[in-house]
C-alpha cells in the first residue's frame, strides 16, 4: 500500500473502505482506511466514531482524518447542470474516489445546501465514479482548512476571500471597498479575469475550480452610526489576518478589534464590539444579527469567495474525471453564484424582521469621506497585494461592464 499523499488504486488484497453512497463504496483520495498495523506509524490516533460521521471505521481499521465528515451524497437534487449524464460505463477502469471538501459554513447555514447539490452533481457527472465529503464547520478556520489542503488532510475547499488570499494574496482585488455596485460588474470582472487567477493558483500548488461569491458586505451595528467620527469611537470587529481591513480602519482612524469568526458572536454578547461586517446570509448563519441593532443599507464591499483543489489531488485524476470535475464544477459555480444572491436578498428581509433597523443612506460628505478612505487603501495596496497592472485590468473590466442599478 503507498505511503499517505499518494493515489492508488486499490487492489483486491486491500478493497476500497470509504462508502460514497448509501449502498456503494469506493476508495478516496489518500484517504484509504488502513488495517490497525499499517496505521501505527500515522501520526495521528484513530478518532472515534461520531455521530455526525455516517461512515465511522469498522473494526480494525482506522481512517485517516482527524475532523469529522458530514456526508452529502445522496439528499440534494437541485442545481444540476443541464446537460446529459454520462454513460458510467465512460469511466470504466477507474477506482471510485472521494474527495474531502471542507468549508467554515456549519451544517444548515446558507450554502451548504448548494454544496450539497454540488456532491450530487460531481458523482452524477462522473458515472458514480468521483463523490464529495463534506466537512461543514468543523475543519477550523479557513487558515486551518488551507494547511489541512496543503499536507493532503483535505483535498478541497470552499474559501472566502479571506481564505483564497492564505494560498494567493493577489485575490484581495477582488475585495476592495466600493469597488463593485452592481452583480453586473461582477460578473463580467468574473467571467473574464478567471483565466488569470487559474494559471496564478496553479503557480501556488492548486486548481481554482470556480468562484463562489460571498456576496455584497452590509455593516450592522449596535449603535446609530450616521457620520464618520461616531464609526471612529465604534468599536469594530476586524477580520483576524485581512491586510485589506486592517489598511481601512487604519486609514480611516477605526478602533479595532482583530478576532477570527469563531469568537465574534461572544464578543457581541460580552460589549468587546459593538460593530460587524458581513452578507446577510453570513449574519444568520453565524447568529450575528441576533446581537444588532442597526444596519447601514449601502454596502461597503463585496465579497468573493471560489472552490480551490491541491492540484497533487487534482493531477491524480485520470484525464476524462479531471474533465468531467472541471466542467460540472465550473456549472455548479454559476448555479451556487445565483442561489446564494437570491438568498441574501431573502436574508436582507429575515433581518430586518427581526428588528434590526435600517440606518439612512450616508449624507454625501460621509460618503465622500467613505470613497476618499477606499480610494487610498486601493492605490496603497497596488504593489503590495497585487499589482498595478492587475489593478487597472480589474478596474478596466468593471468599467467595461454593462451599467445596472446600483446594491
Known sequence: MPPAGVLSEPSAASPSAIVS????????????????????SASEPPR????????????????????????????????????????????DGYAKQTIRLATILPDGAPGTTELEGVADAIQ????????????????????????????????????????LAE????????????FFTSYAEVDHVYENIFAHFQQAFREKGFEFLGFTETGFVYMYSNLKIENLAQLQQAKIWAA???????????????????????????SLQTGLIDTVYGPPSGMIGLQWFTKVKYVQTVPFVHATGGVVMSKKAFD?????????????????????????RKVNEDSKEEIRKSGVADLPKPSDEFWAQFKDISNRVTENQAGNLYTKELLDKVRKLRDEAPKTAAK
Not at 494560498?167 to 466600493?178: A, G, N, Q, T, Y
Not at 483576524?240 to 478602533?255: C, S
Not at 479531471?322 to 446564494?340: D, G, N, V
Open 316 to 340: 491524480a485524476l485520470a484525464p476524462e474525471l479531471q474533465a468531467s470535475l472541471t466542467k460540472t464544477m465550473a456549472e455548479q459555480a454559476k448555479l451556487i453564484t445565483q442561489s446564494l
Open 48 to 91: 472515534a466514531a461520531s455521530s455526525l460521521d455516517t461512515h465511522a471505521p469498522s473494526a480494525g481499521t482506522t481512517e485517516i482524518n482527524t475532523a469529522m465528515p458530514i456526508d452529502r451524497f445522496s439528499s440534494a437534487r437541485t442545481y444540476r447542470p443541464h446537460a446529459a449524464w454520462p454513460d458510467p460505463a465512460t469511466y
Open 240 to 266: 483576524e489576518g485581512d491586510p485589506l481591513t486592517a489598511a481601512f480602519v487604519g486609514e480611516a482612524k477605526m478602533q479595532a478589534v482583530p478576532l477570527g469568526i469563531p469568537d465574534v458572536l461572544q
Open 124 to 163: 452524477k457527472a462522473s458515472g458514480d465514479h468521483l463523490g464529495l465529503k463534506l466537512y461543514l464547520g468543523v475543519s477550523g478556520d479557513e487558515k486551518d482548512i488551507v494547511k489541512k489542503l496543503k499536507i493532503n488532510q483535505l483535498q478541497a475547499a470552499h474559501l472566502t476571500g479571506l481564505g
Open 167 to 178: 494560498i494567493l494574496p493577489s485575490i484581495h482585488v477582488l475585495d476592495l471597498p466600493f
Open 21 to 40: 453512497r448509501s449502498g456503494s463504496t469506493g476508495g478516496t483520495l489518500d484517504d484509504r482506511k488502513l488495517t490497525s498495523s499499517a496505521a501505527s
